[in-house]
T-cell receptor, first 110, second 111 residues
Framework: QKEVEQNSGPLSVPEGAIASLNCTYS??????FFWYRQYSGKSPELIMS????GDKEDGRFTAQLNKASQYVSLLIRDSQPSDSATYLC??????????FGAGTRLTVKP | ETGVTQTPRHLVMGMTNKKSLKCEQH?????MYWYKQSAKKPLELMFV???????ENNSVPSRFSPECPNSSHLFLHLHTLQPEDSALYLC??????????FGEGSWLTVV
């Protein structure tokens, strides 16, 4: 079983729509959860972190965490073409490292 | 500018060459990492250093040799690599147990 699983996509949404990205993880003891965005040919950049169950909002982005279901998601409201990228879910099971999913490729069509 | 600088950005090397990747962080973090990113695969953690001490080595072949002379610098020495080692190598740093910040990566091609 993969430690962090994401649907590879591609996920395609029209401009202005809500994009929903999902991630599940296997280590029930994980405490820290992150979403990174990676544009083609670039390195990952942090979008959001979330540590407790529930929703966390930052501008057009909302991260949702459900530890009981071992599930974390990212919603992007009012999607823009500039949001087109690969989104990486990352989970930190301890203080030493971070495990990444393979990423979901998102395309926002004008 | 992420505060994590990697050089070179692009490297082409033969299978018998010896080369090194360099990483420097200006963020005052105490943990540094090497990750490998191959096409359509998850980021693979290679090495972790906390306060200059290696705390994790994820079964990486010995042809990859890390060096961490101080908490701001990290090297990845490369020797007799294989074509399948061609990938993007990402250096990252973090305050221990917290968010990881990546450098821009070094694109490695082994010919």
């Amino acid at each position: 079983q993969k430690e962090v699983e994401q649907n590879s996509g591609p996920l395609s949404v029209p401009e202005g729509a809500i994009a929903s990205l999902n991630c599940t993880y296997s280590d029930r003891g994980s405490q820290s959860f992150f979403w990174y965005r990676q544009y083609s040919g670039k390195s990952p950049e942090l979008i959001m972190s979330i540590y407790s169950n529930g929703d966390k909002e930052d501008g057009r982005f909302t991260a949702q965490l459900n530890k009981a279901s071992q599930y974390v998601s990212l919603l992007i409201r009012d999607s823009q073409p500039s949001d087109s990228a690969t989104y990486l879910c990352a989970v930190s099971p301890n203080n030493n490292d971070m495990r990444f999913g393979a990423g979901t490729r998102l395309t926002v069509k004008p | 500018e992420t505060g994590v600088t990697q050089t070179p950005r692009h490297l082409v090397m033969g299978m018998t060459n010896k080369k090194s990747l360099k990483c420097e962080q200006h963020l005052g973090h105490n943990a540094m990492y090497w990750y490998k990113q191959s096409a359509k695969k998850p980021l693979e953690l290679m090495f972790v250093y906390n306060f200059k001490e290696q705390t994790e080595n994820n079964s990486v072949p010995s042809r990859f040799s890390p060096e961490c002379p101080n908490s701001s610098h990290l090297f990845l020495h490369l020797h007799t690599l294989q074509p399948e080692d061609s990938a993007l190598y990402l250096c990252a740093s973090s305050p221990l147990g917290n968010t990881i910040y990546f450098g821009e990566g070094s694109w490695l091609t082994v010919v």
